[in-house]
């Protein structure tokens, strides 16, 4: 049973009060195909849900799985997670994007669908580890195949992917690469990772090392989140872009929500439960700063729109900053263009909120994690 974390601290009413939105919001992200929708835009007439996108229901359905009460069905209607598992799987022959199909083999293993071969099967006719691909992509294969191996996995694939996975890791940054292995980047980006790709290898090699105990991973695991944990803001803000040669930051924003109070929690958590190392206070301190966010004097965690707004960005045309801190750090690694803070104030919220968000978010803090906290169930 994983321990309360702070005892007594204002962050664990904040995580229940962060899940009871998250499921109160995720049945206005339904579209009419029983699908999620990309994301809710503020516009000038309202909120309103824009697109849809399989990946993000493929994420909000880990994260439902995670829950032991039955809140699917009021969110998604009639037959819950199981029937949109299932319509999510039948698109699987017109998925050709590895990253999609990962998930959806996740989400299927997670809810133990018996019809999760047909994702497993349709992952490997892709071959992972072998085509060009995100590291993010290529740590969903390995989470996909090490979350219930004893329900579905191939032992195989999952020790290539992971493999490849490792190559990602930079030992003198504790940092993984924005590619993975046999992957051609660009040459003014090729240095740059984003903290997506500190996250799910994080988790990725926590998962592998508790089917495996592979030394390795948990190894890469605890390394790469001790440096990371070393870089946060005073805040508890989790910057945007790092140098995989030197560990450096290259540029701090966007702060994005969906790091503070889910995929950080849920690599960390993972990470915790599965080799050991426990980063809970910088954790919880991530969480508090959607609600004392000091860029812009607010808060992210919107009550009475009932949604968690996107990030903390700056005032910057084209991601001019991005850009350009990119391209001073890859002529030499302490360069950096001087003045951003001051001619682009982050200080702009944007103003939307994506599913796959809360749907991290529930993973992360799972029905069973809150409830060894003390903490009651989120209605």
């Not at 439960?273 to 965690?301: F, I, N, Q």
């Not at 909120?353 to 749907?359: A, D, E, K, N, V």
């Given at each position: ?155 195989k694939l999952a020790r290539a992917a992971a493999k490849r996975l490792k ?213």
């Open positions: 049973m994983t321990p309360e974390p702070v005892a007594g601290a204002p962050s664990l009413k904040r995580v229940e009060h962060l899940r009871g939105l998250a499921l109160r919001a995720l049945p206005r992200m339904v579209t009419r195909s029983g699908f999620f929708g990309w994301c809710i835009r503020r516009g000038r007439s309202g909120d309103r849900l824009e697109g849809e996108s399989l990946r993000y229901t493929a994420i909000v359905l880990i994260g439902l799985s995670a829950q032991k009460q039955d809140v699917s069905g009021r969110i998604l209607g009639a037959g819950g997670s199981d029937a949109c598992c299932d319509r999510l799987i039948d698109r699987l022959p017109r998925m050709n994007n590895i990253g999609d199909v990962a998930l959806t083999l996740w989400a299927a293993v997670s809810l133990r669908r018996r019809n999760a071969a047909a994702a497993l099967e349709r992952l490997k006719a892709l071959s992972p580890v072998e085509r060009p691909c995100p590291t993010v992509e290529l740590s969903w294969v390995v989470s996909a195949l090490s979350f219930h191996p004893e329900f579905l996995t191939d032992e190559g990602a890791f930079h030992p003198d940054s504790a940092l993984f690469s924005h590619h993975a292995p046999g992957t051609r980047a660009g040459f003014f980006r090729e240095h740059v990772s984003c903290f997506a790709d500190w996250v799910y290898p994080v988790q990725a090699l926590s998962l592998y090392h508790e089917m495996t105990r592979d030394a390795e991973a948990a190894q890469s695991a605890r390394a790469s989140a001790a440096k990371m944990v070393s870089l946060q803001g005073p805040a508890g803000q989790w910057w945007w872009h790092y140098d995989v040669r030197t560990g450096r930051v290259v540029e701090p924003y966007p702060v994005y929500a969906v790091h503070q109070d889910g995929m950080a929690p849920m690599a960390l958590l993972d990470l915790k439960d599965r080799c050991g190392a426990d980063h809970t206070v910088a954790m919880m301190k991530g969480v508090d700063w959607l609600y004392e966010a000091p860029e812009c004097g607010s808060r992210l965690v919107d009550d009475e729109a009932g949604l968690i707004w996107r990030k903390v960005a700056r005032y910057e045309p084209n991601k001019w900053v991005r850009g350009m801190q990119a391209a001073a750090s890859r002529m030499h690694p302490a360069l950096r263009v001087p003045g951003t803070g001051v001619l682009f104030p982050a200080r702009r919220i944007d103003w939307e909120c994506r599913p796959y968000h809360l749907g991290w978010l529930l993973y992360a803090f799972s029905d069973r994690r809150v409830e060894a906290w003390g903490l009651g169930k989120a209605e």
